[in-house]
């Protein structure tokens, strides 16, 4: 682990997160503005409608990012305070990063960006992969780290999500492989670089505690509920948005059931793990992500929320493990089960159910004239456009593929940037410490174990 760089100002992150917000103010100064009103009444109407029609569940998503996911890190003891205010901390930062990258790239017009509502709401998917990939490093790192993590990973992602989706057109409109797995496989990238081959010793404050699994489980309770308002909120309206509000509500449902099941069946007394409760009954609403709005039946829904929570369980139980004694992988969270092996298992989903609705509409065409003539492929193949079922089953491996590979290799590379001894990753004995980077006080009003000598000269020599 690399040793703190002496000479360097312990108000690193207040400095840093300055010129970065001050930057920001003198960039939206010069260039950013809202989009032009509509000076038609129709048109008026009309966006008051999208607006309405977004705005319900955008709010769904703040309330997952902010709340949600921020009491399901804080399964970590004495890591709570720290877990809710990185969390909350990254995902403003990397939505005002990604909000000028994209901008840029995207919305840049005659020198001016125009700012509506749907572009902070993709900025905020950029951010959602920061938020998810720095659960592999949860507790063991700098805030001044987490930000370099966020500084490097939203432009990579951009980047793959424009080869994905608009290079490679594949089909995914809830994020299963574009969001969850690339930031699954870009935190684990970040790991492996950090960490190396070096074997972490188990540190006494890494285990949870009654008390800590019930606020980590309430925040599951609350990522369940508005779930599937992060699944439908870029869907078409209608029919496309109904199906994957319903298809989620199905898949995550039937996780949460499962996982007890597989849960109660792997533990030798039939008791349950939080963990596995925690994760597994999320893990349907990662899978059913990229097939949410496909014409699918209700019991294939099922079928993938049931399976994703089973590979889950069965991830963290042996695979974790696996990882941990082979390649010396660190995965605090356990993303790469909840958001790799459910996101690889929903991409597979994705490809059958294009090459199955393709067999449905060929069989049908048997029975039924075609309206604009043509033969029975034709049919079955129009709606994937001119590459057919097959080639649109190929693209979304090909996806799966450049999400994973894009993701490990700049992973690894951030990884190697956050081991700068500058950036003051704080030593062994005091990670997974709300006391490294906070005021914390016991009851008698008497400074917490941060603040003994030793412990509080270091945090003034590596606090960022």
Known sequence: ???????????????????????????????????????????????????????????????????????????????????????FLLLNFSTQWALVLQ??????????????????????????????????????????????????????????????????????????ITIHVFSCYFGLGVSKGLFGASRRPVNPKETPTPRSDLMSLVGTLILWVFWPSFVAVLCQPGDAQHRAILNTLLAISASAVTAVVASSLLEGDGKLSPSHLQNGSLAGGVAIGVVADMAMPPVAALALGSLSAVACVLGFRFLTPLLARKLTLQDQCGIHNLHGLPGILGAAASAVAILAASADASASR????????????????????????????????????????????????????????????????????????????????????GSTDEEGALALKERV
């Open 1 to 87: 682990m690399a040793a703190p760089c002496p000479a360097r100002p312990r108000r690193l992150l207040p400095l840093s997160l300055g010129l970065f917000q001050g930057a920001l103010l003198l960039f939206f100064a010069l260039f950013v503005t809202y989009g032009e009103p509509s000076a038609r009444t129709e048109d008026a109407n009309l966006v008051a409608n999208q607006l309405y029609g977004i705005f319900p569940l955008f709010q769904d998503i703040q309330v997952m990012l902010v709340v949600g996911l921020g009491l399901l890190l804080t399964f970590l003891p004495s890591y709570g305070l720290s877990a809710i205010t990185h969390n």
């Open 103 to 176: 901008g840029l790239l995207h919305h840049f017009h005659r020198g001016q960006v125009r700012l509506d509502l749907h572009s902070v709401l993709t900025a905020e998917f950029a951010a959602v992969t920061v938020v998810i990939s720095v659960g592999a490093i949860l507790g063991t790192t700098s805030p001044c780290q987490l930000l370099l993590v966020a500084a490097c990973e939203v432009p990579v992602y951009l980047a793959c999500e424009w080869a994905i989706i608009t290079h490679l057109g594949v089909l995914d409109v809830g994020g299963t």
């Open 366 to 449: 048997f029975s039924q004239a075609s309206p604009a003539g043509g033969n029975a492929s034709e049919a079955a193949g129009g709606q994937w456009g001119d590459r057919g079922a097959g080639g649109q089953a190929l693209c979304q491996v090909a996806g799966l593929a450049v999400a994973i590979g894009g993701s490990l290799v700049s992973g690894l590379l951030a990884g190697a940037l956050l081991r700068l001894p500058c950036l003051a990753q704080p030593p062994e004995r005091l990670c997974f410490d709300d006391s490294l980077y906070f005021k914390i006080q016991d009851a008698a009003g008497s400074p917490g174990p």
